[in-house]
């Protein structure tokens, strides 16, 4: 009994992990246009679509203009990034955000992000891309843009930068039980299934000593930067009482397994630390994602505010956050 409590207490323990964000109310409101260009194309792209939970999913942007794609994290949806669109849009820059399944393999949602940006690389003059995946999106992130899948783009000419937020890069801790083969043949086939039921067809993706986590590839020459923004999660806290206790930890992810020695060594990577939670980064209710966009504007991933627009700026960041 002890042992299945132990069991049980792991698998609940991976559900918290891969899943970052807390329930919310879809956001259904579309961007605003800020200072983006005016939209020459109207598409429908498989698992594109603009920052929202509406269901119209159509892609409306410059075909002459860089495009960043954002890529949500376990249990999120695009609607997660529809405020840090908004911060994009009242930079000038386009963005879109890309959908998926958050129980399927990696492998399979990473193929589906090849094929949505090569189709978008298609609709652009500009062949710009910048994809920024925040926890488990940036291990899809990664994934697709993989030197070994390179058979599935057709466009290697596209000039690619990628960023990856907050994500457990060398696998998360607490699913290191359901990578153990002795266990799963000492429960008699029960643990795959029990960690089945918790993450669904990654579960044996998202372990510290899968294939996919240990033998990660060298990523395409069109990825020719790669930032990889690492947060120190300890001490963090999403939600606190009034009188200041922490109701709700912002803790997801500790610094080892956001660092991986291979991936850690691709020539185009720069390291980003940062004392922030795991949602603070990426922005929520009353917290904006100060940091993140300090980042994102010195790695020039995002347009720098003009002194004159700062004030503007705020403004926005008291009514999105």
């Known amino acids: 009994m002890r042992k299945r409590a132990r069991l049980f207490l792991a698998l609940a323990l991976l559900a918290l992990a891969g899943c970052a964000f807390s329930p919310y109310e879809p956001e259904l409101q579309p961007i605003e246009p800020g200072r983006r260009p005016p939209p020459d194309v109207a598409v429908s792209i498989a698992h594109l679509g603009p920052c929202t939970d509406s269901p119209d999913r159509t892609l409306r942007f410059n075909s002459n203009y860089p495009v960043t794609v954002l890529v949500h994290g376990c249990n999120g949806s695009a609607g997660n990034f529809r405020s840090l669109a908004q911060l994009y849009a009242f930079h000038g820059q386009q963005s879109v955000c890309f959908s998926y399944n958050d129980r399927d393999s990696l492998v399979v949602s990473s193929g589906q992000l090849i094929g949505a940006l090569d189709e978008l690389a298609s609709r652009l003059r500009d062949r710009r891309l910048t994809v920024i995946g925040h926890s488990m999106g940036g291990l899809v992130a990664r994934k697709a843009l993989e030197?070994?899948?390179?058979?599935?783009?057709?466009?290697?000419?596209a000039n690619i930068r990628l960023a990856t937020i907050s994500a457990p890069i060398s696998g998360i801790?607490?699913?290191?039980?359901?990578?153990?083969?002795?266990?799963?043949?000492?429960?008699?086939?029960?643990?795959?299934?029990?960690?089945?039921?918790?993450?669904?067809?990654?579960?044996?993706?998202?372990?510290?000593?899968?294939?996919?986590?240990?033998?990660?590839?060298?990523?395409?020459p069109s990825v020719r930067r790669y930032l990889k923004v690492v947060t120190d999660e300890r001490d963090t806290c999403r939600r606190r009482t009034q009188d200041g206790n922490c109701l709700e930890s912002d803790y997801v992810f500790s610094l080892a397994e956001q660092y991986q020695p291979v991936v850690d060594g691709y020539p185009q990577l720069v390291n980003?630390?940062?004392?922030?939670?795991?949602v603070e980064i990426v922005g929520y209710k009353d917290v904006a994602p100060r940091k993140l966009l300090s980042i994102l504007q010195r790695e020039d991933m995002l347009a720098p505010t003009p002194p004159e627009r700062r004030s503007a700026l705020e403004r926005l960041l008291a009514l999105l956050y």
Do not use: K, Y
């Open 272 to 278: 980003v630390e940062v004392d922030a939670g795991h």
């Open 147 to 157: 030197l070994e899948r390179r058979g599935d783009w057709r466009h290697g000419d």
């Open 173 to 220: 801790a607490v699913s290191s039980t359901c990578g153990v083969t002795a266990l799963q043949w000492l429960s008699l086939g029960a643990l795959p299934g029990m960690c089945w039921l918790v993450t669904g067809d990654n579960w044996n993706e998202i372990t510290p000593n899968s294939d996919f986590i240990r033998r990660p590839g060298a990523v395409l």
